[in-house]
């Protein structure tokens, strides 16, 4: 029970924590202002449902005796003292306005402030997932439990569902809790005596609802307790089994030509299994869990009048407050019953809200994991190494205390057997590798960093050839002339049209329209991982050499298993880093 009660405080404080950071953001007014609109409206109705308690008890008693006259004004006049009452009663047909009015301005504002609040909550979780590279230092982690699985989901669909579902809860529970208060001593009132045992219970309709309600409450946590870590697992077993589809969409030419379908098909034949069997236990218990709560809500229906129905036989009651007294119990037992008619919503919303949770304590520590490893120091002249030390995440040492500084305006080549940690190196050198230890002072000027296997972001190809950098930075006469120096001129007619370039070019294509970045940027210092390696020989002394030509000023740094004649040569292998005195003529 302690250990309930410490979950249910847990995802509590966890959603408070993320739901407050927008109520006391920029937009605070705003957002404090249509929720204390929702929440006023959302009251007014349930004052509409207590006045047509009353109409409804009007209306039957006045059926009852045949007063044909109050019944048609009870229907359409705007107000009328029905017989045996000292308060005036509304028309249903303005009540029905009334209500319709409020309910559609509630669920309306509730829609805009769900939206209002995703969009502050998106923003601010893609900023803190790309600041500081978190994206990546996240994905670098060799502690299984440290890796956030599908960053994606938890920033679309997570958020979604946590605002709305935030909202809707929210709501509800309020309205229940209004409900409750404004109904419990009309039920109180209304339900008369009982004796028992010579014991003489006052408002025995209302302990009876409160009895119902606690034993309903109980006995839906007993069985539906297992439901929140089993939707937890379900949220990322689909994004699991979505990933590995988009896996095939983004690589179907690598899978195709190496004949993998068979294998593709095992994969994610097996990641939605996973899917199913999680959703088969979901099943199972959510079966047990509808049996008692669709029958507890039945039961509901006529339990009240069962219960009171020998007062009305006793004379003690007339038909109206027959018909009023199920609807003020329903009430009353419904909002005390809040917590079983909202179970389902709510193991999905805990769910939900853990892996949120967790995403942005995994955000915030890699941020801070983001400010170590080697220290950068003020841009100097020259790309300087002081007791570079680089490690994996899990302690492996790729380079231990190395020292050396490279002028610039020099051609470089950095070999060394693969697995040694050239590509860390550049990394390190970028200030994006948080493992290690020493200092890196970088060149000044811009630097350009190209991998192996090039990035192209959606849209045109002139914003490929543009990246970083805006589209509207570089003229459409410099993307073709990078394109037709690179011998990509039979692209030239492409340049603003829209598509996955990753998969439209091949690799020796996209390695070239990569280093047409190179060409548009001019930038002090190139690094090369490995850039011309989808290049036949020829090719790639080609562009080697056009590179050369065209930026006259800039220093390149290319890693190559391969010596580079003419070029300075650094060997990395074993940890060390050695610098061949000469360049290799």
Known sequence: MRERLTNFLTGLAEAWSLAKPYFTSEERWVARGLLAAIVTLNLMLVGLNVVLTYWNRDFFAAIQVYDE?????????????????????????????VYILIAVYAFYLNQMLQIKWRQWLTTHYVENWLTDRAYYTIS???????????????????LRDFTANSLALGMDFISNVVTLFSFVFVLYAISGSITVLGVTIHGYMLWVAVLYSAIGTAITQLIGRKLVP??????RLEANFRYGLVRVRENPEAIALSRGEGDEQITLRERFQAVRDNFWAIMRRTKLLNFFTIGFTQIANIFPLVVILPRYFAKLIGLGELSQIPMVFGQVQGALSWFITSYPNLVAWRATVSRLHGFREAMVAARAAAVGGPRLGQPGTALVLDNLTLTLPDGRKLLDHASLTLPPGEKITVTGPSGSGKS????????????????????SGSLMFLPQKPYFPLGSLKRSIAYPAQDSTISDDMALDALSALGLGHLASRLHEAGNWGLQLSGGEQQRLALARALVATPDWLFLDEATSALDQELAAKVQATLTKRLPHTTIVAISHHDGAGQRQLHLADGVLTPAAEPVA
């Not at 089993?230 to 949220?235: D, I, K, N, R």
């Not at 860390?424 to 060149?443: E, K, M, S, V, Y």
């Open 230 to 235: 089993l939707s937890f697992s379900q949220q």
């Open 69 to 97: 006259k109050t019944v048609v004004h009870l229907l359409y006049y705007l107000y009328i003292i029905p017989p045996g009452s000292t308060r005036p009663m509304p028309g249903f047909a303005e009540l029905v306005v």
């Open 140 to 158: 670098l982690s060799h502690n299984p439990g440290a890796v956030i699985d599908n960053p994606d989901q938890r920033i679309s669909e997570d």
């Open 424 to 443: 860390t190196l550049f990394r390190a050198i970028a200030g994006i590798w948080p493992f290690g230890g020493g200092q890196i002072t970088p060149p």
